[in-house]
Each structure stands twice: as C-alpha cells, then as structure tokens.
C-alpha cells in the first residue's frame, strides 16, 4: 500500500488517542475533561451554528462556503438542500460523470455488455482465462460506480441528497461481492435509492424489493412456493431470506421480534418475484413477476389476510409494512443517529416518528422536521458525531481548495481504511457510530493519512509542472471547516513543525468529527 505509517502518524496518535475518548471533547481525563466540555459549550457562539449545520448537511465545507450559507442564512440553505433540484450541477461534475461509460446504463443494459455470455453462445463452455477476463471487463462498472460516488460527494451542490444516497443505500445494502450483485450496484443507487431519498419511503421499499441486484443479493430471485408449478417436487424450493431480511433490516429494524409464521408468509408473498429476461427486447427494468413460482391462496400476514392476487401481493405487504408504526420508529431512530447523535435524543425520534405517520412516510417532511428541530440546530450535540472513512477523505478534500484530477486512488484509500466503496458486507451496511470506526489501528491510518494530505501530497490533488507539493494551510482549513479548537489542540498545532501543523489539526479529534 503506497500510505505506511510513518512517525509522525504515529506521535499524532499518542497525542490525540485519549482525545476521542468522548464524544465532543479533546480533553484528557477525568476533572480536565469535564472542564474542557463546559469550555467548549461556553465558547460555542451562535455563529458557530452555521458551521456545525454546514459540517452535518454535507461532506464538509469547501473555502468560503460558511460565510455564503451566513449570507443567505440557515433556513434558506436548508430549504435548498431540501430542494436538491433547485441548486444545478457544475459542468465540471457534468463532464466527470460523462466520463464514465457504465454511469449512465440501466441494469438491462449493464447486463447485456458485463453480463455472462448467452447460453448457446459461441462458447458454452468458457475455460478459466475467459471467466477471468469477463470478471476483469465488468470490474469497471463497481469501479466506475465507486467514482461518480466520489465525484457527486465533492463537486455536487446537493450534498444532502449525497448523503441521503449514502445513507439508504447503506440502509439496504447490497454488497458488491456478492454474485452478479457487482454489475448493478451503480444502477441499483441510480434507480432504486436516488430518486427515493426525499419521496415517499414506500416508493423506495418498492424499488429496492423489485431490483435485480437486491434480488440477487437475498437469493429471492429463484424462490419458488412448495405449491407453485415450479416448485411442486422440489425439496425446500422457498428461500425465506430476503423475507427475514425485509422484516428485520430494511423495515421494522434489528430490535424486533419476529414471528416465524410472518417470515414464512412473507416469503410465500414474494415467490415469483425474479429476475427478468435481459437480453430480451421487451425487458426495461430486469425485474419479472414469474407466476409460476407463486401461487394464489390467502395469506395470513401481520395478523391480517392478503387475498391472493400474484404480484400485487407484494405490493400490499410492502405498503403495509411501509406504513407501519415499528417501521417508522426504526426509520426515524437512523435518521436521528444519521443527523443527530450516535445515541440520539428519545423526544426527537418519537417527534419524527408522528411526523412520518402522520404524512405516510414522506421522507422530505421527516427530514425538514429533523433539520429543523433544537436537537439537531442547538449546540449540544455539535462536534459529537465521528466522521467515517469516507466523511474524512472528501471532507479533507473539499477543504483544501486544491483542483482534484482523478478519484481512483481516493477509493483506494476508503478501502485501505476499510469502507470500500458499495461493498460493505451484511445487510445492514456500515455502521453509523464511533465505535465502528475509531480503534487504536484505524486512527493510525486516519493521521497517517492526514500527513499525507497535511503535505499536500495525495495522488488526486493535481499537481504543478515542477517542484515538490506544496503543504496544505493550517489557518486556511481552520476558517474553511469553522472548528472550534479546544486549548490541547491548539497548543498542539502551534508547537508543531510548520509542515505537521495541517496534519495536526486534520488528524485532531476536531478534524475528524462533526
């Protein structure tokens, strides 16, 4: 791996480990860690406000940014980012995303170029070096995906919206690893989760249910019911995964309890739910409904009966499920830990939850309720959010206003820090807390990294005709990210080498929460 760690990464980490003992705080211990949390409470101002709401709304402020949102004021900017419509793409995100020639394909299309060849094809029987090939010509697209991920988290005005991306897809996760899931994981983000993220919840449920790479994922695709045409004969020929899935992460959430009898009528509701025909010219979507993996009988679900009716089975126990209060406790408490703190406010999920009841799951009402409300606009939860990998990297990024010339070794660095891109395993995705991420060899990493970019010397920063990377301004990123130093830090940062102090307060606790 071209980063190592290096001395310097390694007294940074002595410096700051005990800093991130708690959330908020850079302080060390026991009475000098709380003076330094009612020091920090006593010099958070108003107009650090604007600051924490920027840090939360996006990836990380780019030069300049906090005092434009200052300038049009909070609700506005907030109001903007509800409207991710409103704010037009650069051209210089235009012409990256153009760039890459799998982000605009659909998942029928993606599977007719990378796809496995057609059975009866010139070669039936491909040999090793063929399958290998194949894998190779189709990596681009998870590659490709991984890019314009990075691109839209520091180019797009939207940043909301690429949080929110990040966040549902994380919700309902499919890793890339996972069989012929690593063609469509683009297609799944662009057509399942994107155009969802402030939309109704059902849609979304809907969407991500029906699409081929979650079908693939959750091996729903060839479930067949015992009574079906298909599955009459078989030896267990109903696959009950995705059902459970559905239930226990993508609706009522890790903290309910299941009846058995739910997950087996569920899955008998989904039976048939498959993967289309690609290579046919009528498919559009690579979704099929094949009936005769179902059959018609009544299903007793959720205590009540689903009357047999194919596909729209389905349909009705996702709405219900969509619309149910478990779910909207589950989705509310994720959102609030997403915005708000890793063990959010009680009040606050339960406001949310009504919110959600009350419009049916309307995502961009529930998440105007949530930016709108003192938990997340007051002072008392700011800083106390632990950025992950990728918050990190594109935070750094945007913060150091150098022009940026490629992203592929960004995406190499999520994945040395251990959050490649679209690839998370399980269901239930990466997690959103400090303790998933911070450790003693991770924070290793993480200053090691914050060297590097204290440096100037990232691979992606683009860099002049001759003479080495200049370093990265320690008070320039200071103003643009609006931290607000504790004294141990800014002792530290001052008594630094000038070409550690960037890398000082990148890799400080500041620098790396939210």
Known sequence: MFLKPTSAALCLAILFLVGFASPGGAQVS??????????AKEQAQPQDVTAHVVNRLS???FPGEIERVKGIGLQAYIDSQLDPQSLPEPQALKDRLAALKTASMDTVQLFRTYGPKAPGGPRPHPTIDEI????AKAAIIARE?????LWRAILSPRQLEELLCDFWYNHFNVPAAKGLAHLWVGSYEREAIRPFVLGKFEDMLQAVTRHPAMLIYLENWQSASPESAVGKGQQRPLTELHARELLAAHTFGPDAVLKPQDVTSLAMILAGWSIGAPRGQNDKNGFLFDEKRHDNRDKSFLGATIKGAGMAEGVEALRMLALHPQTAKNVCTKLARFFVADDPPKPLVEALTKTYLDTKGDLRQVTRALLTGQEFLGVKYAG???????RYVVSIVRASDRGVGEVRSLAEI????GMPLH???GTSGYKDVRDGWLSAESLVNRLDLAVMAGKGALSCWATGPCGPPAPLDPEALLKTMGLTLTPVTRQAVDAAPAQLKAAILLGSPEGQQY
């Open 132 to 135: 290998n090939s194949a894998r």
């Open 414 to 417: 999520l994945e040395w820090l």
């Open 145 to 149: 995906a991984a890019e314009a991920k």
């Open 59 to 61: 990836y990380g402020p």
């Open 30 to 39: 026991g009475q000098r860690q709380t003076q330094g949390k009612e020091q």
């Open 423 to 425: 690839d998370a395993p």
């Open 384 to 390: 106390g959010k632990f950025k992950n990998p990728l």
